[in-house]
């Protein structure tokens, strides 16, 4: 199975400022890796899939790079409704092996 | 537009039974793959269970042999048919689109596997 890790487990950032959230999968997804962010009491939302490409009304703020191991989903400029917890999903072995990372959570500074 | 509601979750006791359905509209449910992922309080999420368009199933090793995962393609309905529950199975069960990654996801049903 591919273990997905993501760091840091908590990142506290101001609004307006930039986040930057890692995932590492523990051997090669090639570009198959999507974002999810999660709002309490709500179910994720896609944010990024194909490693890059931002899903139908995702905000440009939100940006998403890497291949192979190494992943980074990048906020710009952080706005109220951004903050949240966020998991990287690798889909490399799919179907049906799919695994998420554990989350981080962003929060106010 | 694209909506998967839940229904179905509740309180029930280890060894019980208990099933899940997810109502889609918008879409095809027998014309697209379908997945169960659950998430347990406080947890990160879990890949439970995919029914393929074709419908041909796979289990996560956690559920094999006690979760079956099917569909009414008349009533475009998505079910999880849960046997022989653990404590550990206690989660938010959500159905998802799968596409590879999950495009939609329902609002969730709490399942609570307690004596």
């Known amino acids: 199975e591919i273990v997905m890790t993501q760091s840091p487990a908590t990142l506290s950032v101001s609004p307006g400022e930039r986040a930057t959230l890692s995932c590492r999968a523990s051997q090669s997804v090639s570009s198959n890796l999507a974002w999810y962010q999660q709002k309490p009491g709500q179910a994720p939302r896609l944010l990024i899939y194909g490693a890059s490409t931002r899903a139908t009304g995702v905000p440009a703020r939100f940006s998403g790079s890497g291949s192979g191991t190494e992943f980074t989903l990048t906020i710009s400029s952080l706005q109220s409704e951004d903050f949240a917890v966020y998991y990287c999903q690798q889909y490399n072995n799919w179907p049906p092996g799919v695994t998420f990372g554990q989350g981080t959570k962003l929060e106010i500074k | 537009e694209v909506q998967l509601v839940e229904t179905g979750g509740g309180l029930i006791q280890p060894g019980g039974s208990l099933r899940l359905s997810c109502a889609a509209s918008g879409f095809s449910v027998s014309g697209n793959y379908m997945s169960w992922v659950r998430q347990a309080p406080g947890k990160g999420l879990e890949w439970v269970s995919l029914?393929?368009?074709?419908?041909?199933?796979n289990y996560a090793d956690s559920v094999k042999g006690r979760f079956t995962i099917s569909r009414d393609n008349s009533k475009n309905t998505l079910y999880l048919q849960m046997n022989s529950l653990r404590a550990e199975d206690t989660a938010v069960y959500y159905c998802?689109?799968?596409?590879?990654?999950?495009?939609?996801w329902g609002q969730g049903t709490l399942v609570a596997v307690s004596s």
């Open positions: 029914i393929y368009s074709g419908g041909s199933t």
């Open positions: 998802a689109r799968a596409a590879y990654y999950f495009d939609f």
